[in-house]
Each structure stands twice: as structure tokens, then as C-alpha cells.
């Protein structure tokens, strides 16, 4: 069965589409709203880079990434016309990890999801706000990503997380075009003006009657604190180093302190053996406490994230019990805990996190993927939840209000994104009320991909204090220029 689909095609089955949401009646009935946009047209390449140093996490090292970028021209009733951008790593190694199929092959069905996605997005016919058009969308993606895994025969299927990869970028572009057509920060379009359904719409009865404006921020907290990744292969000291880069950028965490004025470190850990997670946070802290020191800082954190590598939750008790009698002070800098186990919560429901909860926030991250898991991961002991550009701006935004509701624990994670694609997660860090921190990867792994947009938005690639200054994002749309900075190989080759 051939790959391509005919407009008409594709037109029905978004037309069929039923919502992920219990509510898919109302957005078909609803009238809208006069500021609601249709889709003129949709178009996409990508951009392709090495990295300077290979990034290990889940047991895995990284050494290159694929962008997708998209541009999706909107326009409204009265035929006013816009534009936006969206961009995102295709972030396969995380979204799409499997032990039977090649790094191409599982990128190359992301590619083909794009390929189906643009099509379904192109050819959706009806008049909406970037969230309704979206939410009402993704069962179609979702069905697609299942078509393409069969024709392509692949021995896994495409999974949900790595489709809602594939599908941010085009949803980031509708969010920066509806903001761009209306002359407004996205962020300020949230409300009852524009749009047409409350939270009950998106979530349940408990949210009915309540809008998105009043869980995100009208404008950007002015600064955020960088939270820096030390990969699990990535050097700690000189004695670590073989052979150095030898770029002129930091090496050793150390250096990365003094570099960015670093304060907030997240420690990439195994789950696999204890002795070495255990070291590597005391080690970690040894040398922090000691750069930290010498610059006269006496306050920084850590994050912890075992990619659920975690064979289950007594492993991450014992760590936690045995780093807190080693260094109780470095314990106490530890913020919270990223996803300790297995993804699948259905599949795992012995892995309850309560008692790890009591003692640190313990958030999900691979697992959330709807609110159906959000809802899950609480009962089974999470206290918080890692919101991601790279899986939706229309998701992030409804779960980041059902998190504020939950009084969870939140944070927005990084999926090593550059360019555009950080801009976007910076904002979406910025806009919600309870974030306090960001993590920007991209400077250490692919700062070749950052650097066409170094001097147009210093404050958001160019580190000071440790902090990002996040005030500039105050622009039309989601805060991305009007056009790229750079020329893409719309090949996408290396």
C-alpha cells in the first residue's frame, strides 16, 4: 500500500476523526469564535547536525540529531492572512527506543508520520482555535502512525510519545501563526476571547466552567535558571578526558559551572547499577561543591533522571536511603526525580512510587502522554509531571493547568532542542506559573545548531548567572522570528 494519500482522503478521515477526549460533540457543534483560523497551507524540511560530543542517557549514547521545521500559513474569517514557525528534534533515541530496530529505520517512520502529518493538517477544512484543531487532529496522526508502521512492516509499532514528536512542530507553527495573525504573544490568546470551550472540554467535570488563561501567564517570568545536563558519559573532571573537543567550549562540569554560572544540574544515571549511580552523585556533588566554592555560590540543585532504567521502585529507595547517609547535604540539593521506571504504567502497576514521593517529587516524563496518564501516575504515588514542548503546545498547556489543579510538582524539560524548537520551550517554561527552572542541552551537544540565532536572542543562547532571560519572549506568536535564520537542507542529510 502506497504511502500517499489523496486530499480527499485525508479530508475525511480528519473530518471521521473522533476526539482523545470525552467530548467530542461539543467541539463539532460549537459555533466559534470570530477570531478562529482554517489552515491555507503547510510545508516542512529538515536540518540535520552532528554533535560535538556524543549525549548518553538511558543506557544509550546520541551523536547526531534531525530537526524537522515547519511553516503553516493560517488564515482568518475576515481573510486575513498569517504565518508561523515550528520546529523540533525528531528525538528518536528517546521517543522511539528499540533494541530490534536501527536508528534509520525508527527515524525514517518518524519521517513518513511527518510526511502523513502535514497532509492530515493541510487538508483539515474547518474553521478553530490552534488547540481544537489540534485536539481534534491527533487520533488521526495517531492512526496514521499505525498505518505507516504496518506498510513499513517495522517489527514495533510507531509509539504514541515519538507521533506526538512528530506532530509538535506543526502544532507549535499554528500556536505562532494564530499569534502572528493577531498580533499578540500566544500566550495572551488562552482566554474566553479566543476561544470557545473551557477546560472540562479537554479534561473532566471537575475543570468545567474554567478557562486556560487562569493557569498560564500573559507574559513571561523575566528570568528562568538553566538546568545543565551531565550526560552519563559525559566528563566530571580533567582525569575523565582522553582527548579533549578542543572548540573553546567547557569540557568538564567544572568548566561548565564557571562557563555559565551554572546552579541548577541535572545528573543523567544508569538504573542499572547502584554502586555507580550512587558515586556518580557524590562525585558529582564533590566537584560542584568545590567550583561553587570558588565563585562564592553557596546555593544550587540537582535533578535526577534514570531515563526508567530503574528495574523498580526499591532500587531508587535504596539509592535515595544510601546517598542521603553518604552526603545528607548533597541529598538535600536533590530538587526532584525524573521517570525512575519503565514508561508503560499500565503494563507496570507494581511500580508505585509513594514512598519515594514522601521523600523527593518523583515526576513523569516518558509516560505522559495524555491525561488519562496524568491521572493514572497519581495514583500510583507520582507528585509531578515533566512538560515538553516536543510533545504539543496545546498538550503541554491543558496538562500544565490539570498539574496547577493537582497542585503537582512540574517542570519543563528539554529534548536537546535548538534553534526555534528552544525558543518555543523556553516560552512554554516562562508562561506557567509554577515552573522554576529550564533545561537548554542544545549549547553543550549541537551548539552548531545554535548559532544563526546566538544574536538575534542572546538572553536565550547565551548563558549568564545560570539563568536565561526569558522577558524577550514577549513577541507576536510563540516569539520565533518571521523567517529562519538560516537556509536547511531540506534533504536532511548529514
Known sequence: MSLKRTRRQFLDLAVRAPLFTAAPAILRLARGKPTDIRIDAVTFDYEAHRYRTPYKFGGVPTDRVTILNVRCTVRSRAGKVGQGLGSMPMGNVWSFPSKVLTYDQTLGAMKAVADRVRDLLAAYP???????????????????????SRELQLSESVPKLCTLVVASPFDAALHDAFGKLHGLSSYRTYGPDFMTHDLGTYLDADFRGETLDRYVRA????????????????????????????????ETLSEWIRYNGITNIKIKLDGNDLGWDIDRVLRINRVTAAAQAARGVTRW??????????????YLLDFLRRVKAEDPAGFDRIQYIEQPTARNLKANPDNLMHEAAKIKPVVIDESLTDYETLMLSQKMGYSGAALKACKGQSQALILGAAGQRHKLF????????????????????AHIPTIVAIEANARQYVPAANKDWEERYPGIFKITNGTLDTSILTGPGLGTPQKWPVTVDSRGVY
Do not use: K, M
Open 410 to 429: 512540574l517542570c519543563v524539560q528539554d529534548l536537546t532542542c535548538p534553534g526555534a524548537a528552544l525558543i518555543h520551550s523556553a516560552g512554554l517554561a
Open 126 to 148: 474547518e474553521y478553530g482555535h490552534p488547540i481544537d484543531i489540534t485536539w481534534r487532529l491527533e487520533s488521526s496522526y495517531l492512526r496514521a502512525a499505525d498505518e505507516i
Open 301 to 314: 540543585v540537582y535533578s535526577l533522571d534514570f531515563n526508567e532504567r530503574c528495574p523498580n521502585v526499591d
Open 219 to 250: 507574559t513571561p517570568t523575566p528570568r528562568l535558571p538553566l538546568y545543565h545536563s551531565v550526560g552519563a558519559s559525559d566528563p566530571i573532571e580533567d582525569r575523565d578526558i582522553d582527548q579533549r573537543v578542543g572548540d573553546g567550549l567547557p
